[in-house]
């Protein structure tokens, strides 16, 4: 999905003859201003995956999202937080680099980008920053998988708490009951998820034939899937099994898991306070973890796992076709409520 701005279509709007009635038609029938919502790919990359929009007016014409990709604005009105998007290689292999030492650094300036948000409540804001900077601490040093996996049972267990909370119409919920302090007696496997929950992802919309044109490497880790280890894939003992073989031979790969994860959360955990969806923001990134992480394994089987570079090339790919399309995305989430259906507190 690529948003649009209010000037990006007034600029599209002013084109003539075929190139208008192209751009109108990407434009349309949205419920958001963007091209490319649930279609797959953009409509403009030509056959040899370059933007005909580029090729034919220039960089400037393009809409600002492609010209600034792959850096990530995020304006809350009281402040703007900037980052990289690890859906670019080079992003990845930063994250990757700084896994465990990730900090936002503070300074001054006009905001780069519109308000991303229409909510005016500061202290809900001030709240959520807290929880952020609390679960992201609780994430930090993370380097075994069953650790990870409690971190991820308190964050989904207290997602459902404040989510329950505000459907109530309760305030103030976050400042009376803490992240920091908070406990939970769930222990779902939410990493790594149970092999039920791989199977239904993969027989979403989220794997299509015509990634072997648009996405060659992912297409070749979802061909992995279902060509060479789909008995795997359908086992859950075999699955356990290979999981304790990849991590005592990859020792990086939770560490690694769990910086995915905490980056996941700087970008879209504030994304909750415009949409109140907490409990579907925070599984989500869990989702895409695990998801990364069943790809390192089965790509281990085919070739040495290069890290961190053969993980950033996973990390990329996966993103640019599950983390910019909604409608793959509530698919995901409808997967794993499937398996582990949500108890809203």
Same mark, same amino acid.
């Given at each position: 999905?690529?948003?649009?701005?209010?000037?990006?279509?007034?600029?599209?709007?002013?084109?003539?003859?075929?190139?208008?009635?192209?751009?109108?038609?990407?434009?349309?029938?949205?419920?958001?201003?963007?091209?490319?919502?649930?279609?797959?790919?953009?409509?403009?990359?030509?056959?040899?995956?370059?933007?005909?929009?580029?090729?034919?007016?220039?960089?400037?014409?393009?809409?600002?999202?492609?010209?600034?990709?792959?850096?990530?604005?995020?304006?809350?009105?009281?402040?703007?937080?900037?980052?990289?998007?690890?859906?670019?290689?080079?992003?990845?292999?930063?994250?990757?680099?700084?896994?465990?030492?990730?900090?936002?650094?503070?300074?001054?300036?006009?905001?780069?980008?519109?308000?991303?948000?229409?909510?005016?409540?500061?202290?809900?804001?001030?709240?959520?920053?807290?929880?952020?900077?609390?679960?992201?601490?609780?994430?930090?040093?993370?380097?075994?998988?069953?650790?990870?996996?409690?971190?991820?049972?308190?964050?989904?267990?207290?997602?459902?708490?404040?989510?329950?909370?505000?459907?109530?119409?309760?305030?103030?919920?976050?400042?009376?009951?803490?992240?920091?302090?908070?406990?939970?007696?769930?222990?779902?496997?939410?990493?790594?998820?149970?092999?039920?929950?791989?199977?239904?992802?993969?027989?979403?919309?989220?794997?299509?034939?015509? @990634?072997?044109?648009?996405? =060659?490497? &992912? %297409?070749?880790?979802?061909?992995?899937?279902?060509?060479?280890? $789909? !008995?795997?894939?359908?086992?859950?003992?075999?699955?356990?099994?290979?999981?304790?073989?990849?991590?005592?031979?990859?020792?990086?790969?939770?560490?690694?898991?769990?910086?995915?994860?905490?980056?996941?959360?700087?970008?879209?955990?504030?994304?909750?306070?415009?949409?109140?969806?907490?409990?579907?923001?925070?599984?989500?990134?869990?989702?895409?973890?695990?998801?990364?992480?069943?790809?390192?394994?089965? @790509?281990?089987?085919?070739? =040495?796992? &290069? %890290?961190?570079?053969?993980?950033?090339?996973?990390?990329?790919? $996966? !993103?640019?076709?599950?983390?910019?399309?909604?409608?793959?995305?509530?698919?995901?989430?409808?997967?794993?409520?499937?398996?582990?259906?949500?108890?809203?507190?």
């Amino acid at each position: 999905m690529i948003p649009l701005t209010a000037e990006d279509k007034s600029r599209f709007k002013q084109e003539r003859g075929l190139l208008r009635l192209s751009l109108n038609g990407a434009m349309s029938s949205r419920d958001i201003l963007c091209f490319n919502k649930g279609s797959g790919s953009c409509p403009f990359h030509n056959r040899n995956g370059l933007c005909s929009l580029q090729l034919k007016k220039g960089h400037d014409f393009i809409p600002e999202a492609c010209r600034m990709f792959p850096r990530f604005y995020r304006n809350y009105k009281d402040f703007e937080e900037h980052y990289i998007d690890p859906a670019c290689p080079e992003a990845a292999r930063l994250l990757l680099e700084n896994a465990g030492k990730m900090t936002l650094t503070g300074s001054f300036g006009e905001p780069l980008s519109d308000p991303c948000t229409t909510n005016d409540d500061p202290c809900l804001l001030n709240d959520m920053v807290r929880v952020r900077t609390a679960i992201l601490e609780k994430l930090n040093g993370i380097d075994d998988v069953r650790t990870l996996n409690r971190v991820f049972n308190a964050i989904r267990s207290y997602s459902s708490l404040l989510q329950g909370a505000y459907l109530k119409g309760e305030n103030n919920v976050i400042s009376s009951y803490p992240f920091d302090s908070f406990t939970t007696s769930d222990d779902l496997p939410l990493f790594p998820m149970n092999t039920g929950v791989f199977r239904s992802i993969m027989n979403t919309s989220f794997y299509h034939m015509r @990634l072997k044109t648009t996405n =060659p490497f &992912l %297409y070749k880790l979802c061909r992995l899937y279902f060509d060479k280890h $789909y !008995d795997l894939m359908s086992s859950q003992a075999a699955w356990e099994s290979a999981v304790s073989d990849f991590v005592q031979k990859y020792k990086e790969a939770a560490g690694y898991s769990a910086a995915y994860y905490a980056y996941y959360l700087y970008l879209y955990f504030l994304k909750s306070y415009e949409d109140y969806s907490f409990l579907r923001n925070a599984s989500l990134g869990m989702i895409h973890t695990n998801m990364i992480f069943m790809f390192s394994l089965l @790509l281990s089987y085919e070739e =040495p796992l &290069l %890290y961190p570079d053969s993980l950033a090339d996973i990390i990329s790919m $996966y !993103d640019r076709r599950a983390c910019f399309n909604d409608e793959i995305m509530d698919e995901m989430y409808r997967c794993l409520d499937l398996e582990y259906p949500n108890r809203i507190s």
